[in-house]
């Protein structure tokens, strides 16, 4: 993995593939935040700060309020990796929000999803 382009990418680059991604499937993005905030603690208005500053993601995960407590009860395959099994810790964190992103637009309850 090429994590350090990984790391400097834009979020605000990334969140539009999100969205498509799961409004293509019905869902909607007011579950894309509450996916994204459950994972990192971020409010709306900090947000949308995030994509108004083009933050990319090595700054988006490391200054995230609060890293949602279970996230370790986050398991499966993404881009071909097992994110329990991922060592470094800022691509661990990118590659559960992936997995969140994709459950969601599978179709997945949210509180599957959300794992509280």
């Not at 009860?73 to 071909?80: A, D, E, F, Q, W």
């Not at 990796?81 to 810790?89: A, F, G, K, P, T």
């Amino acid at each position: 993995m090429k994590n350090d382009r990984v790391f400097k990418m834009k979020f605000s680059g990334v969140y539009p593939h999100y969205v498509k991604k799961v409004e293509s499937k019905g869902r909607t993005v007011a579950e894309l935040h509450e996916v994204i905030f459950w994972l990192t603690g971020y409010s709306e208005q900090q947000f949308q700060e995030i994509l108004t500053n083009e933050t990319n993601f090595e700054t988006f995960f490391n200054q995230a309020p609060l890293l949602n407590p279970n996230v370790n009860k986050i398991k499966g395959v993404i881009c071909g990796y097992r994110v329990e099994e991922i060592e470094d810790s800022l691509m661990q964190k990118i590659r559960y929000l992936d997995k969140l992103v994709d459950e969601l637009a599978k179709g997945k309850k949210m509180e599957k999803i959300l794992r509280d």
